[in-house]
Each structure stands twice: as structure tokens, then as C-alpha cells.
């Protein structure tokens, strides 16, 4: 975390009442404890920031056992075990071949009742290719989808998101496009709502869920009342659908006093709301799209009387001639309350001032 007159990160909370799964700095996706942030990184081991998501379910009920009864098989598919070790260091990868049949239609598929007709799901799996490279086709959220995908020697988790129609609703991997037979790899196979797919989530018989993560500072001695400067350094989700927040500062209840900057993805607009005393103050959008699956540095910055936000060396204020709330009691990162709305993305980076920084200060530090 980067740090400016405290050490932010020692005065940083998280709450989360299940494990959840990232990639530690050997490359290798390992469990993240009850309670413990969730520090990211790539697979070369590089630091990818905290990953602050939303709760979620793997609708799935058998997520790496594929050669489970729930798991069908069309004619000619076979599956086995695997000595070659999975994306989390295990032997619990399985090797699925597919014969490449002139349709291409034979693969392995689950079926997943209660979807909502209309409502966007992502499917997700980890692959790679025996050897050499393969042509995959993933599918079967809406019926008839079929989405191609070329894995190598490599693993990569591929995925799709779709609508669920009224019809066939199950997730499948087979050859639809190449119609070419083919040997892969996989792990852990992930069915959940939303446009993509989130951190791995292992079921082992019944669908399986992840808590949102809760992410706060505790106000203390560092903390300025009426004025101060918070500079975000984020990466986005590669998609995204609704409100995602970035952070609140409340009093008691955030129907009460509160400062609150947030993300509209259906308007493609950044969002401040001011409260005090219960009574909306300031309500504006702000600036365009925010890329996804990109990096941004946003800074947020408040004083008795204007709040500016800093983003791509742009900085826009909001009208004056109020007075800030001085109680802030409450801040939390990432999502709305600690409950949803969340980022599912990367706090890169985050630094404070006890001072609301000049305009040119702020476009200094959010250009990107």
C-alpha cells in the first residue's frame, strides 16, 4: 500500500467469513484465510494489488471433479486423471479428451437449473493443452453459444459470459467449431452471475459461495476531519455491469453524513454523493468510461467547502458554499457498506493527505 503521513496499511481491516483463493508471489493460486487481505499477484509472482470482490456462488456442484456423474458425457468423451500438477500446485487436474466428430457437438457438459431467463452468467475453467496446442469451444449458457478458444502447454483460465435463455441452460466444452479431436487439461470449472467470472470458488457436491470482502481504515490520529486528499491507484475488472463503489467515508449509517465516489458502469460516469444531516448536498457525475481491465489513478479530495476529483490529469470540483461533515467514522474500500457493490478489481496502490491538495497537485497525481 502506499503510504503518506501514516502507514495506511496498518490501520487497514479486513473482514470476509469464508476463504477465498489468489495467486500467491510463487505463481501458484493458494488460499487466502477468513479475514486475511487478499494480496493478488501474477503468475511471473509481480504484486498485483488487494482484490477487493463482491460475494459470489459456483453454481456448479462438482467444480473439479469432472469425472463425477454430474459431469455428462456425450458419446466418445473420456475423462482421466492427471499427474501434471494443476494451477494450485495440486493433482486434482483431469485430462479430457474429445474425439472431434464431425459435428464437433460431443463434449462434457453439467446442467444448472434456476437460472433467470435474461440474466447475464459467466462460465469459466482453467485449460491447457496435452500437448502442442488445441481448439476449444466453450458454450450452452443461452442453448446453442459457442465461443473458440486455442489453448498451448500453458495454463489460462478461458471464459464466456452469456444471457441464460428459456431453453437448454449448461455450461459445456466440446469441439462445435473446429471439430478437431482434442486432449486438454482442465480445473476447476466455474458457473456464476455476473459479466466475469471472479476469484475461484471449489464446490464439492452442492454450489459453493464466497463472502464480499469488508475493507476499512480505522479513522485515528492520522485521519483530518472537514478536509484531506485520498489518491487511488486501481485496476478495473475486465467487465462489469451496475454501481461499483471506490470509497465511502459515513458517520453512523450511510443514510446519514457521508461522502461516497463510485463508479456508474450503465452511465459510464464517476459518481460523488455528499450528505449532511440525512440531506443530500452534493449529488454529480463526473468524466466518461472508465477502461476496463485497465489501471487508473483517481484522487478524491475534500475541504469545508468544495470536494475535487482527479482522474487522467483531469480534475473536476464540485459547487461550494457548504460546510463539510466533521464526524467521519467509517471508511470503507471497495464496495457499499462492506456488502456489495463491490470493485472486483485491484487496489493497486493508496496514499492520503490530511489536506485537500491544490488542482494541479491532484492532476499531477491522477494522470495516468
Known amino acids: 500500500m502506499g503510504l503518506r503521513y501514516q502507514p495506511l496499511a496498518a490501520c487497514m481491516n479486513v473482514s470476509r467469513a469464508s476463504t477465498k483463493i489468489i495467486r500467491g508471489p510463487n505463481g501458484i493460486l493458494e488460499p487466502c484465510a477468513i479475514d486475511e487481505p487478499a494480496y493478488d499477484h501474477d503468475v511471473l509472482g509481480r504484486r498485483l494489488g488487494l482484490l477487493i ?91 446453442a453459444s459457442a465461443h473458440g478458444f486455442t489453448v498451448d502447454e500453458t495454463w489460462q483460465r478461458v471464459w464466456i459470459a452469456e444471457p441464460a435463455s428459456g431453453t437448454t441452460r449448461y455450461p459445456k466444452i466440446s469441439t462445435a467449431i473446429s471439430a478437431l479431436a482434442a486432449s486438454v487439461l482442465i480445473w476447476n470449472a466455474q458457473l456464476e452471475a455476473g459479466p466475469v467470472p471472479t476469484s475461484d470458488i471449489i464446490s464439492n457436491g452442492i454450489p459453493a459461495a464466497r463472502v464480499c470482502d469488508d475493507v476499512r481504515l480505522d479513522t485515528g490520529d492520522w485521519f483530518a476531519q472537514g478536509q484531506g486528499t485520498f489518491v487511488f491507484d486501481l485496476h478495473t475488472a475486465p467487465a462489469w455491469a451496475g454501481i461499483w463503489r471506490i ?46 481491465d485497465a489501471r487508473h489513478r483517481i484522487a478524491l479530495a475534500w475541504d469545508d467547502d468544495v470536494v475535487s476529483v482527479g482522474v487522467g490529469g483531469v480534475v473536476l470540483s464540485s459547487p461550494g458554499g457548504f460546510a463539510m461533515p466533521r464526524n467521519f467514522t467509517n471508511i470503507v474500500l471497495g464496495s457499499f457498506g462492506g456488502t ?10 493508496l496514499a492520503y493527505w490530511p489536506e485537500k491538495l491544490s488542482d494541479a497537485r491532484l492532476s499531477e497525481l491522477s494522470a495516468n
Request: aromatic letters at 6%.
Open 53 to 143: 470482490e463482491g460475494a459470489a456462488t459456483n453454481l456448479l456442484r462438482y467444480s473439479i471433479a469432472f469425472d463425477n456423474a454430474l459431469w455428462e458425457k456425450n458419446s466418445g468423451v473420456v475423462v482421466s486423471p492427471s499427474t501434471i500438477a494443476a494451477p494450485d500446485g495440486s493433482q486434482t487436474a483431469m485430462q479430457l479428451d474429445l474425439p472431434g466428430t464431425t459435428s464437433g457437438a460431443d463434449g462434457l457438459y453439467q446442467n444448472v437449473g434456476g437460472l433467470v431467463t435474461g440474466e447475464t452468467y459467466c462460465f469459466a475453467v482453467w485449460m491447457r493443452a496435452v500437448s502442442g496446442t488445441a481448439d476449444i469451444t466453450l458454450g450452452g449458457i443461452d442453448g
Open 247 to 292: 470509497v465511502q467515508l459515513y458517520s453512523s449509517s450511510l443514510n446519514d453524513d457521508h461522502l461516497d465516489l463510485g463508479y456508474d458502469s450503465d452511465a459510464d460516469q464517476l459518481r460523488i454523493s455528499l450528505r449532511k444531516d440525512g440531506v443530500p448536498v452534493v449529488t454529480q457525475s463526473l468524466y466518461g468510461t472508465l477502461a476496463k
Open 340 to 349: 456489495d457493490k463491490a470493485l472486483n478489481g485491484h487496489l493497486r496502490n
